[in-house]
Structure formats: structure tokens, C-alpha cells
């Protein structure tokens, strides 16, 4: 397989679709329904059960299988897949079903005012789902949903996230609240960027350059347009493919495939590298480091000393909260100005003329490739947050099922207090796997380092070098704070 995957090149990898099996699969416009059905079922059960069912958050079938198990098993799948989740998520399945009146059919009247995401805003990028998903983490730690605390709060934060999307659905056209706005959409799209599956590519990039019709993008008798905005002749990257299929059903030409790649490809490969993408990376660390932080014994003593001088009432303090997280993704960002500073050529030219604006180019220049270089050893710390309550709890899913199904003696059961790990094994899980994800992101830097760090810089195995440091630390700090947390969950 080839390393360079560009836009302009044929794609390399394996197409499933050339199996025909795979390609009626594809095809059936059942598929994606089916997909998405099972999780839809489980995530009303976890509504209905959790404000109908009992009140002890690791008996009840909706905690355990939300915060024990969903969780865990989402990241594993943006590691090997991408954005597998998107192609099958039960809220913005729900909500499109509504706006397409059908539930598989190609419908030509979708329901809603179909209306285009303001200009404005979506050229923030990642950066709004990145502001969701912070403001959920915040609401989250602050009513101890994901504790697990009472089952009710779990039940009302699906309800919340559904309505929003529906919502969403119905004012703006396609799939706008899932690619702007969804709290998960940033994580599973650079996470996600690590996995196996390259998403739906064009076969010959001429033939999609000749066409009249985009159906890909405007939708045919087939498929509808593209519910991401992403054509599939432009994408060098898995970053914004749903894995939705609808590109494929729609071609009219058949000059669409659905490719692997290897791993860390589209973390590595992008020749148009986005500074949105850069900035959430850089927020989702701070984020991560702070769920490590306040598990140290240490920032229960700063919160409260904020709370007490600000009359909030208790964790997280939002200030505290808010401001740690965005410390910790400038501090990344200066220690990559630091960088270029200290190693760009003096003869570096650009397009947009000025002091300031130079300085501004310079910097981007490093920061945007060495933060995606980062994404492995940033996913890798998201996933080992998660295995706490995966080793200590997961077991508890089957006297919850038991539970729910009546019976009363769910909590005798030894599975109840069953552990997978003890905490010491725990911490021992963690740190590997940041080893791992410190690794493969130390070989994502020096491949990008080298195809797009050097040419700028003076010194290019120095600044190969400190690139390289710069990640080692981060694996580094990520790990030394498991060790101090002693398996927090």
C-alpha cells in the first residue's frame, strides 16, 4: 500500500466492495437501518429503564451498560474502524429516519425547513463539537452522571442529546448536527483518523471530475447526497466519512469503493492538513489531562478554594474547569511556537505578507502536522481513562440484565462485585497502552516531521529530534499520572 494517500491520487488499499457480497451489502438501502436498529433499542431500554428501573446505579441495565461497557467499546471501534459509531449512532439515526419520513426508503421531501449551517460558524470546524463535548464533560462531572450517580440523570442526558439532534435535524439540512455540533464528532473524527478504514473514495478521480450530476453530493435515485458534505474525490483523510454509504448507492458511474488502509495512514498521509483539527486535538489533551488531574487528591483542595472564594457550589468549578483545560492545550501549542522559533529557516516565504501574520504562518507550520502526529498517544490516553470502570464494573452488566428482567436476588449475584483486574493490574493495562499510543504516535511524527517539518526548518535532525521529544514527554506525563491515580475511575 502506498504511504502518500492524496486526493488526487488513485486510491491504494484494498476496495470491499470489489467483493460482491460486500458491494449488495452496500447497496441494500436496508443496511444502514439495520445498523443502526440494535443500538436504537438499547439506548431507549437505557432511557425507559433508567428512570422507570431501580435506583442502585450498578443494578440499574441503564448505567451499567452506558458508563461499564458503551464507552469502552466505542473507542476500540474508533481505533480499528473510524467512525464506525457514526454509521450506526442512535441518535442521529433516530433523528434522520424523521427527517427523511422512512426509515431505509430514498425519499425526494425530506420533513424540516432544510436549512444550511450559518458560513460563520462552520468554518470553526471542530471546534464547535469540541465546545459540546466540553460543556457535556462539565455537565457530566457536575451531576455525577457518569459516576455512575442516579440512573435518572443518565436516562435525562440521552433524552437531552436526542432532542438536540432532532431538533438540529429538523431546521438544518442532512446530517449538520452531527458533523458540527455533535459532542462525540471531534474525538471519533481525529481518534478515529488512527483506524483501518479509509471511508468511500472515488476509483478514478477523472471520472468524478467529468461528471455532471455530483449525485454523490446532490443525492440520485439511488442515495441521497452525501449527509457529511464530503465528496468523495476531495477526501484524503477518514476525518468526515459517516460510513453511511449513501455516496456508493448514489454513483451512477459505480466509481466508488470502500477502501482499507493501513493504520495511522490518515494521521499521517493528509497533504491538507486543517487548523481546527489541530486546535481540537490540542483541547481534547487539555481535556484528558484534566480528568487526571482532579483525580489527584491535590485539585480536590484547589477546587474547593475556588468554589469557596466564587460561591459555587461544589465540583467542578468552572473556572478551574474551563481554565486548566485551555492552559493545557496553550501550553502544548507553546511548546510547538518554542519549536518554531528555535528551528524555521530565516528564508521561509508567505503568502500573507507582514510581522505578525509571518510569525502566525511560521507557527502554524509546526503546530498543525506535529498535533496531528499527536492523535495516537491522544486517543490512547482517552481509551485508558475509560478501563477503571470497564475492569472494576463491567460484570455487573449481567445482574443488571437480571434485574431488569425481575429478578430479586440480581444483587447476591458474585458478578456483582466481581473485578476484572485488581487496581495495580489496572494501572499496569493503562500505562501500556499509553506505551502504545506513545509509540505509534512517535512514528506518526517522524514520518510527518520528515515530509513536512524539515523542508522548513534548519538543523532538520534536530528538530526531527526535538519533535520526537516533545511526544516522548507527553507519553511520558500521561502514564506517570495513572500511576498516581492508582486506577480512579
Known amino acids: 500500500m502506498a504511504e502518500r494517500f492524496g486526493p488526487s491520487d488513485p486510491p491504494s488499499g484494498w476496495d470491499l ?6 458491494a449488495r451489502l452496500l447497496r441494500s438501502r ?21 428512570l422507570l428501573g431501580t435506583v442502585v446505579p450498578g443494578l440499574n441495565f441503564g448505567t451499567a451498560i452506558t458508563w461499564y461497557i458503551w464507552f469502552c467499546l466505542v473507542f476500540v471501534m474508533m481505533v480499528v474502524v473510524g467512525r464506525a459509531w457514526c454509521a450506526m449512532c442512535p441518535f442521529g439515526g ?32 471542530f471546534l464547535l463539537p469540541v465546545a459540546t463535548f466540553l460543556l457535556l464533560t462539565w455537565i457530566e462531572e457536575y451531576f455525577n452522571i457518569a459516576g455512575p450517580g442516579t440512573p435518572s440523570a443518565t436516562s435525562w442526558m440521552v433524552v437531552g442529546i436526542v432532542t438536540s439532534a432532532l431538533l438540529f435535524f429538523l431546521i438544518f439540512e442532512r446530517r449538520t448536527f452531527c458533523r458540527y455540533l455533535c459532542p462525540l464528532s471531534a474525538l471519533i473524527g481525529t481518534v478515529g483518523s488512527m483506524g483501518s478504514v479509509a471511508g468511500f473514495r472515488t476509483k478514478d478521480r477523472e471520472v468524478c471530475l467529468s461528471c455532471e450530476t455530483k449525485d454523490c453530493m446532490r443525492g440520485g435515485e439511488e442515495g441521497f447526497g452525501c449527509p457529511w458534505y464530503t465528496w468523495p474525490a476531495s477526501a484524503d483523510s477518514n476525518l468526515a466519512c459517516g460510513l453511511c454509504s449513501e455516496c456508493y448507492k448514489a454513483c451512477p458511474s459505480n466509481n466508488i469503493g470502500m477502501y482499507l488502509q493501513k493504520p495511522l495512514t490518515s494521521v499521517i498521509a493528509p497533504t491538507r492538513r486543517r487548523a481546527d483539527v489541530a486546535w481540537a486535538v490540542a483541547l481534547l489533551w487539555g ?15 484547589v477546587d474547593t478554594w475556588l468554589n469557596s472564594h466564587l460561591a459555587f457550589p461544589h465540583y467542578p468549578n468552572p473556572v478551574a474547569y474551563m481554565g486548566l483545560i485551555v492552559a493545557l492545550a496553550l501550553l502544548t501549542a507553546g511548546v510547538m511556537w518554542t519549536i518554531s522559533r528555535v528551528f524555521a529557516r530565516k528564508d521561509m516565504t508567505f503568502t500573507v505578507k507582514g510581522n505578525f501574520m509571518e510569525r502566525a504562518s511560521r507557527f502554524r507550520a509546526y503546530f498543525v502536522p506535529l498535533t496531528y502526529g499527536m492523535i495516537p498517544v491522544v486517543g490512547a490516553d482517552y481509551f485508558a481513562r475509560q478501563l477503571p470502570k470497564f475492569f472494576q464494573h463491567a460484570t455487573r452488566i449481567v445482574p443488571a440484565v437480571q434485574q431488569t428482567l425481575g429478578s430479586q436476588t440480581a ?27 506513545t509509540l505509534a504516535a512517535v512514528w506518526s511524527t517522524w514520518k510527518i516531521s520528515g515530509r513536512e517539518i524539515v523542508p522548513v526548518s534548519r ?31
Open 459 to 489: 538543523g532538520g535532525a534536530a528538530v526531527r529530534v526535538a519533535s520526537l521529544s516533545l511526544v516522548l514527554v507527553f507519553g511520558a506525563v500521561a502514564a506517570m499520572l495513572y500511576v498516581l491515580m492508582n486506577a480512579a475511575d
Open 17 to 22: 466492495t470489489r467483493n460482491p457480497r460486500v
Open 411 to 437: 444483587i447476591k449475584s458474585p458478578l456483582y462485585q466481581m473485578r476484572l483486574l485488581s487496581n495495580p493490574h489496572i494501572v499496569g493495562v493503562q500505562v501500556t497502552i499509553i506505551a502504545i499510543g
Open 287 to 301: 481535556l484528558v489531562l484534566y480528568q487526571q488531574i482532579n483525580a489527584l487528591s491535590i485539585y480536590a483542595t
Open 94 to 125: 433516530f433523528a434522520e429516519w424523521i427527517q427523511r419520513r422512512t426509515l431505509w426508503q430514498r425519499t425526494q421531501k425530506v420533513l424540516g425547513l432544510g436549512r444550511k449551517f450559518p458560513e460563520p460558524l462552520a468554518r470553526y470546524g
Open 30 to 50: 436496508r443496511f444502514q437501518f439495520l445498523l443502526i436498529l440494535p443500538n436504537q433499542l438499547v439506548f431507549w431500554t437505557v432511557i425507559f429503564v433508567g
